[in-house]
């Protein structure tokens, strides 16, 4: 799907991915991640997490699975 910037993003039960071409810093691409204020379309203003490449990206895969494994999910 798309949000009113043309940027794509995923919904993961209450959680947004959005993916960016720039993120805050105006030079790496990235993700940002939000959390949904209950029922409907309002967002919990969220974290820019840079990615700035492939290398990147599978490390972040790697510690947010290693996360979820440390809490027992």
Sequence with gaps: MKDSSENT???VANIRITALRQTWDNDKPGLRVQAYKGKGDALFQGAELPVPDKETAY???KAIAKALESIGV
């Design 9 to 11: 993003y995923f919904d």
């Design 59 to 61: 490390e972040l895969i």
